[in-house]
T-cell receptor, first 114, second 112 residues
Framework: DADVTQTPRNRITKTGKRIMLECSQT?????MYWYRQDPGLGLRLIYY???????NKGEISDGYSVSRQAQAKFSLSLESAIPNQTALYFC?????????????FGSGTRLTVV | DAKTTQPPSMDCAEGRAANLPCNHS???????VYWYRQIHSQGPQYIIH???NNETNEMASLIITEDRKSSTLILPHATLRDTAVYYC?????????????FGKGTKLSVIP
């Protein structure tokens, strides 16, 4: 099983719909992140969480919300999806005790808003 | 975080060593060099990181110049599965920003 699991892998939704992307991890890491990737723009940080009671906005949080239901679960919601939120979304984790170590990414969710 | 410069693409024959360069001339003393790769549309995969000493793990070796202004990622025996975009990132692990700035990276094509 993957260390960081994202569901769904692909999703097509209509403009105005609410959608939730889920992320769960078995790494035991305390820090979790949501990124989106658009062609030519690299990865951009949406939200991050250092523990269950800590949620922080990233570079592009407008139009998104998150919930850290448990140390292992971090979900991303689009309250009212719009077409320019069509992108590849990645969840990532890291370990605060090993701040110099790399991040572990999930396989991504490809979201299309029509 | 310091900016990095990488060639847009490289080819490597299967079984040969792939040497991927990265320039980071504005790196500061507390910044590490990280390498990730992304196989088409999959999640980025951490490869290796270092501060000033050369590093080696099961995936690759990282050579950092003495002045730390450039580095080279070495895949000792490239396989077709190593075809991916490779990203060099410079950042301080204790930095307040958690934005990983991937840039455009180097597209490595391993040729049979």
């Amino acid at each position: 099983d993957a260390d960081v699991t994202q569901t769904p892998r692909n999703r097509i939704t209509k403009t105005g719909k609410r959608i939730m992307l889920e992320c769960s991890q078995t790494k035991g890491h305390d820090r979790m992140y949501w990124y989106r990737q658009d062609p030519g723009l690299g990865l951009r940080l949406i939200y991050y969480s250092f523990d269950v009671k800590d949620i922080n906005k990233g570079e592009i949080s407008d139009g998104y919300s998150v919930s850290r239901q448990a140390q292992a679960k971090f979900s991303l919601s689009l309250e009212s999806a719009i077409p320019n939120q069509t992108a590849l979304y990645f969840c990532a984790t890291s370990d605060a005790l090993r701040a110099g170590e790399g991040y572990t990414f999930g396989s991504g969710t490809r979201l299309t808003v029509v | 975080d310091a900016k990095t410069t990488q060639p847009p693409s490289m080819d490597c024959a299967e079984g040969r060593a792939a040497n991927l360069p990265c320039n980071h001339s504005t790196i500061s003393g507390n910044e590490y060099v990280y390498w990730y790769r992304q196989i088409h549309s999959q999640g980025p995969q951490y490869i290796i990181h270092g501060l000033k000493n050369n590093e080696t793990n099961e995936m690759a070796s990282l050579i950092i110049t003495e002045d730390r202004k450039s580095s080279t990622l070495i895949l000792p025996h490239a396989t077709l599965r190593d075809t991916a975009v490779y990203y060099c990132i410079v950042r301080s692990p204790g930095a307040g920003s958690y934005q990983l700035t991937f840039g455009k990276g180097t597209k490595l094509s391993v040729i049979p």
